[in-house]
């Protein structure tokens, strides 16, 4: 697995931490990476992106909030509402990141660590957000399409 996805699966995992108990003390903080342990590089990366989705939550909880028909935000799991909340942030905040690769990328950490419908659930609500923030960019084929 690459840094970058191990940077983005630790972000998912902070998130849903901070989801659970609210804002870390810098201890706090400090003890999450020292049991995920990961390397620095890779802690780098999955801090820079969870602070990013905590600065723009509101922003991005906004557009994933609309898609989800019948369905409040509060309701998903807490791993799938955070894998599309760093992914709608890639998709914004992150334009040298091509759209295809951060879909990809939430769909296999959906897949890894959702449960059984996580990924294509994750797939549906992205492909929808991502059309409507990166209109020109291509698209990634249904997953019965590969």
């Given at each position: 697995m690459g840094k970058r996805?191990?940077?983005?699966?630790?972000?998912?995992?902070?998130?849903?931490a901070h989801d659970l108990h609210g804002e870390h003390t810098p201890e706090e903080q400090?003890?999450?990476?020292?049991?995920?342990?990961?390397?620095?590089?890779?802690?780098?990366?999955?801090?820079t992106?969870?602070?990013?989705?905590?600065?723009?939550?509101?922003?991005?909880?906004?557009?994933?909030?609309?898609?989800?028909?019948?369905?409040?935000?509060e309701r998903l799991a807490h791993v799938d509402r955070n894998i599309l909340r760093l992914a709608v942030h890639e998709l914004?905040?992150?334009?040298?990141v091509p759209a295809p690769v951060i879909l990809n990328e939430a769909i296999e950490i959906a897949k890894s660590l959702g449960a059984g419908e996580s990924g294509g659930f994750v797939n549906g609500i992205l492909d929808q957000i991502a059309?409507?923030?990166?209109?020109?960019?291509?698209?990634?084929?249904?997953?019965?399409?590969?």
């Open positions: 996805r191990e940077g983005r699966e630790a972000a998912v995992q902070f998130l849903f400090e003890a999450f990476w020292e049991i995920h342990s990961a390397k620095p590089s890779v802690r780098e990366h999955a801090e992106l969870a602070r990013g989705v905590l600065a723009h939550r509101e922003e991005i909880d906004a557009l994933i909030a609309p898609v989800l028909k019948n369905f409040r935000l914004l905040h992150l334009p040298e059309r409507s923030t990166r209109p020109d960019a291509p698209r990634r084929k249904p997953a019965d399409q590969d």
